[in-house]
């Protein structure tokens, strides 16, 4: 979640660091230095792992077709996921995205209920977040050979996340042919699931839900211009969401005390990320809303629901309220306004009635208090 504004003068000036794909791909006189090829994950320690009573834990290899062919040779991800089945199913797949810091298992909580709900639910961690293997990226060094990096927060480029969206949707749907699946997107997770819609349109998807997205950030750059011009794609940069004392971000989140002292000590948060990540986030924005005529987009033919915090700490929930009435059609959107819920819904005592509300607009069914969209808006 950046500022898309303040850092989008820096995408063009900051190209020269960026790797020429198409150029390297053909040329025959640099290689691939693996000095940083280790792509194992140490599996940390994270409160939120308590939280999961039922799901069952799983991992799948996705071989990453476009650095297979830049490099010559299979480059591949290692991605964490969790999967949660009901007792008695109602015929629903969910598969969850998470935000910016979090990773699969701050979703437990949430899932169980889901489960109980007669949903199947997927969360997975994305590509250099949580239990999943690091981004991938190749860099070309001062003696013309190409560095490979492997590194947690780390991307090759925003198409990386959609295409491991786009490949955890074809494991729900084979493993569940025969159910409606919803894609869920949470804070940043937003801007992947908004890019995965447009960019493939699949025809599995019947609906499309956004809680609290990262769709207009309202937070602090962590670094000046000129820092971000001068750094190598491998450079790490702070997060955008603000420690407090050491809470790593946690008010920013919630403001119970039990989910604060959960994220503090939870030692899979993404706390710091590369250049290469910030570039990916403004491409991505910049991809989602630098649209011409946003009702012809394929995701406005997908029934939404838009679930937005009232004291929302980091988003802009005029800018986003303004964005979906672009495009009404087919949109749901709702406030929510619990005490404690600063931006994430799951950590707040507006969860169970957030979790209803979804189930309701997934089912068809009406969703008590929405936000007048479109004309009636106005």
Excluded: C
């Amino acid at each position: 979640m950046i500022n898309m504004k303040s850092v989008a003068k820096a995408v063009a000036l900051a190209s020269v660091v960026l790797i020429n794909t198409s150029a390297l791909a053909q040329d025959s006189s640099l290689t691939i230095r693996n000095d940083n090829a280790n792509n194992a994950y140490t599996k940390q320690y994270s409160p939120f792992d308590i939280l999961n009573f039922t799901g069952e834990e799983s991992r799948i290899k996705l071989i990453d077709p476009r650095l297979t062919e830049l490099s010559g040779t299979e480059q591949s991800y290692d991605i964490a996921y969790t999967k949660w089945q009901p007792y008695f199913s109602n015929g629903q797949t969910i598969v969850y995205n998470h935000g910016f810091q979090s990773h699969k298992d701050w979703f437990s909580g949430t899932a169980q209920y889901l489960a109980i709900l007669g949903y199947t639910v997927y969360a997975f961690d994305r590509v250099g977040s949580g239990e999943s293997s690091g981004g991938i990226s190749f860099v070309e060094n001062d003696q013309g050979e190409l560095d490979r990096y492997v590194l947690e927060g780390h991307v090759y480029d925003w198409q990386t996340w959609t295409w491991t969206l786009d490949e955890m949707v074809k494991l729900a749907e084979s493993e569940h042919p025969n159910n409606t699946l919803t894609v869920w997107g949470n804070s940043f997770g937003a801007q992947v699931v908004t890019a995965f819609m447009n960019q493939y349109a699949p025809q599995s998807v019947d609906k499309v839900v956004f809680t609290t997205p990262g769709l207009f950030a309202n937070l602090p750059l962590p670094f000046t211009l000129d820092e971000f011009i001068a750094a190598k794609p491998y450079d790490y940069f702070a997060s955008t969401i603000p420690d407090t004392d050491g809470d790593q971000g946690a008010a920013y989140f919630t403001a119970d005390p039990f989910y604060q002292w959960a994220i503090r000590h939870d030692l899979r948060s993404l706390r710091e990320v590369t250049q290469s990540f910030y570039f990916a986030i403004v491409g991505i924005g910049g991809y989602n809303r630098d649209r011409s005529d946003m009702n012809s987009d394929p995701l406005v033919q997908y029934p939404r629901f838009y679930l937005l915090a009232t004291n929302d700490t980091m988003m802009d929930n005029v800018k986003t309220l303004t964005y979906i009435n672009k495009a009404p059609a087919n949109a749901t959107a709702k406030f929510y306004s619990a005490d404690d819920n600063r931006h994430f819904l799951s950590f707040s005592s507006d969860m169970q009635e957030a979790v209803m509300d979804i189930h309701y607009f997934i089912q068809g069914e009406e969703v008590v208090g929405k936000e007048p969209l479109g004309s009636a808006s106005e």
